[in-house]
């Protein structure tokens, strides 16, 4: 993480904050702000009950999450995405080409593998049993009605205690006591899976949360790996190197050897407490919920730890930029299982999940139906997506102008909308009528083909290309060459509202 604060420092998008700050509220309440902005991360480092400094917002852009993972813009990510579809459905290369990229693969795996230090930088300080003080960290409380302090950016490493492979996730955690929090994963996460287990078998489940690490590993432990691959190499691939490793000081899990703090410590099968209200993504207060009790017993740490972390809630967030990645990262795997999608799209302001815009070639009628059903099942994350808008593959797809054009010109309601009702629905969203039960539409917005039209259709209005480079080229001759084309923010469904707005401020004479 501290490399990562350089190279942000060095590019101007890191700002130090030496004012004394709350973390009650008012920490995350400046941040929020600062992000609206699009501004820097920022470093607090003057935390009110804490002499750890607060690092934030370190995501609060495309651009930071892109550069976080060593890359230059945000079109590498489907490079990325590349080698995760190959992994996904390996087969015989065909062809030289081939057989080169499925060999350089093999070669990042090999080049993945993490890497054990043994005097690692999180073991700089250990405090044990009584030592342990949960209130000397500065845990954010980011919302007025939220039930206590947070870790929001931890990754928390478990093991299945039949196999012993580890599982790294991102779960939030509450602070409940000096020493125990309470940890709030779906029941489909891999801790909640090993705890399952660990109860089967009789046994406490040992669990390790690294705090502080290299936002990379965030990405990493957040991605829903599709394939059965260890998230420690899984990280290494999108590092392009091993990730370094330490073996934890009590309990027998492995984290980053750079974290800044290191908690360790037991869950006991059934053991549960109340968890909540938070304020969550959808921009809503959650329910209270029972949840496991983490005891720790000993924490790790640098001797000068830095404290990452973040907060939930409508976008934009740093969750939300975490999202627009993911989702580039996925593109060419739902491609290799739809071949007929060109692309898709996921507007932040609809949580980069509730609506999907993809684009098909189409080639026979109805085919944006089955586009949309596949959309639907192709990976578990597009579960809770509600609505699926279907185009052409001439619309760009990031584009809402385009988009707001294909639905206003191309759908007639009564044929192009289909509903599927009672469908899995996400229990954190209140719109439906039935928590976890709801429907999802999709709206075809493709030309209508064949027996999807009885008449005739008015011809589209082009210009040749001939004439449209013969004016590219007369651009700066006509005295225009001040004028050019502005590329609309392809993060950005706002886009069209801010020329609104724009367009009602500008006095009508
Ligand atoms: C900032 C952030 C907070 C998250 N909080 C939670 C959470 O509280 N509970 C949860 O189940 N998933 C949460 N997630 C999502 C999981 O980390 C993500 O789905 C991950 O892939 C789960 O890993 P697993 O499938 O190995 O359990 C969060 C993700 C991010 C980026």
Redesign the pocket.
């Known amino acids: 993480m501290r490399d990562f604060l350089s190279l942000l420092e060095k590019r101007g998008q890191l700002r130090r904050i030496k004012a004394e700050v709350n973390p009650d509220l008012e920490l995350a309440a400046i941040s929020d702000r600062v992000l609206g902005l699009g501004g820097p991360a920022l470093l607090f480092e003057n935390v009110i009950g804490s002499s750890m400094p607060v690092a934030i917002n370190l995501l609060g852009t495309l651009e930071r999450v892109v550069w976080s993972m060593g890359l230059k813009n945000a079109e590498e990510l489907e490079d990325i995405g590349q080698k995760l579809a190959l992994l996904q459905q390996p087969r015989p290369p065909k062809g030289l080409n081939e057989t080169r990229e499925f060999a350089g693969l093999l070669w990042d795996l090999i080049k993945a593998r993490p890497d054990l230090d043994l005097i690692p930088p999180c073991h700089q300080k250990v405090l044990l049993e009584d030592a342990v003080n949960l209130d000397e960290l500065p845990l954010l409380r980011p919302w007025p009605r939220d039930a206590g302090g947070v870790i929001?950016?931890g990754l928390v490493i478990t093991k299945d205690p039949e196999t012993n492979v580890p599982?790294?996730?991102?779960?939030?955690l509450q602070r409940q006591t000096s020493t125990t929090m309470s940890v709030?994963?779906?029941s489909?996460?891999?801790?909640?899976r090993h705890l399952q287990k660990a109860a089967a078998m009789g046994q406490d489940l040992e669990v390790a949360v690294a705090i502080g690490v290299h936002p990379l590993l965030?990405m990493a432990?957040?991605?829903?790996?599709p394939i059965q691959l260890s998230?420690w190499l899984f990280a290494g691939l999108y590092a392009g190197e091993g990730v370094r490793l330490a073996k934890c000081k009590t309990v027998d899990l492995k984290v980053p050897s750079h974290s800044e703090v290191v908690l360790e410590g037991r869950i006991t099968p059934g053991e549960t407490i109340q968890d909540g209200p938070f304020g969550d993504h959808m921009g809503f207060y959650g329910g209270i919920e029972e949840s496991p009790l983490i005891r720790f017993h000993c924490i790790t740490q640098r001797r000068d730890p830095i404290f990452l972390t973040?907060f939930?809630g409508r976008p934009p967030k740093?969750?939300a930029m975490?999202a627009i990645a993911l989702n580039r990262i996925y593109t060419p795997i739902l491609r290799q299982q739809i071949p007929e999608i060109v692309d898709f799209f996921l507007p932040m302001e609809a949580l980069s999940y509730k609506l999907a815009i993809i684009s098909i070639e189409k080639s026979y009628p109805g085919q944006a139906k089955r586009a949309a059903m596949a959309f639907w099942s192709a990976l578990p994350q597009f579960t809770y997506t509600k609505f699926v808008v279907v185009v052409d593959s001439n619309i760009n797809v990031r584009d809402p102008r385009q988009v707001v054009w294909a639905i206003s010109s191309q759908v007639d309601p009564q044929r192009d909308l289909f509903v599927l009702k009672d469908t899995p629905f996400d229990s954190l969203d209140f719109a439906s009528e039935h928590i976890g039960l709801g429907g999802r539409l999709a709206i075809d917005a493709t030309t209508k083909i064949g027996p999807e039209k009885n008449h005739q259709w008015g011809e589209r209005l082009t210009r040749d290309k001939e004439l449209e480079s013969k004016i590219d080229s007369r651009w700066h001759e006509l005295g225009l060459s001040d004028l050019k084309n502005k590329e609309p923010d392809p993060h950005l469904f706002g886009y069209v509202m801010d020329q609104l707005v724009s367009l009602q401020q500008t006095p009508c004479n």
């Open positions: 929001t950016l599982n790294v996730g991102v779960y939030r709030h994963w779906l489909v996460r891999g801790g909640a965030v432990a957040a991605t829903p790996i998230e973040t939930s740093e969750e975490l």
